[in-house]
């Protein structure tokens, strides 16, 4: 453990940006093409159980416990087990895909391109400022 006094810890305040629950409701609401509906439907199941991009990108059914209550996985980026319990609106979502077999995934350039289709489409277009450090600056 490095306990000079000469080492600082930089710290630094995030911009918290994120949907509010209006805005998720008017997403899950707005009628899409079918390819645009399940790229909106994978994002709001992210939405709802927290997961990033490359842990829902693996849901599988062997991954629900407690007769489909909720999620256990392990973390892309952790390596950590979770246990998720599942929104309402998440086991929707999981159910309007169960006879087919699951959500139809793509990748994920694919999803942050359509991602954002979907959203001028709900009428989600508010400019968003935020800062950035890039080598301490």
């Known amino acids: ?37 399940n790229v909106r439907d994978i994002f709001l199941l992210g939405c709802y159980t927290g997961l990033r991009f490359s842990d829902y990108n693996k849901l599988t059914k062997d991954r629900f416990i407690e007769g489909g209550a909720m999620v256990k996985i392990c973390t892309e980026k952790t390596g950590e087990d979770v246990v998720i319990p599942l929104h309402p609106e998440a086991k929707k979502i999981l159910e309007k895909y169960e006879p087919q077999g699951g959500l139809r995934l793509i990748s994920n350039q694919k999803f942050n391109k359509f991602i954002k289709t979907v959203c001028e489409i709900a009428g989600i277009t508010e400019n968003v400022t935020f800062n950035r450090t890039v080598a301490g600056k």
């Open 1 to 37: 453990m490095n306990t000079s006094r000469n080492f600082k810890k930089p710290q630094e305040t995030a911009d918290t940006i994120y949907l509010n629950q209006d805005e998720l409701t008017r997403i899950a609401n707005t009628v899409l093409p079918q390819y645009l509906e």
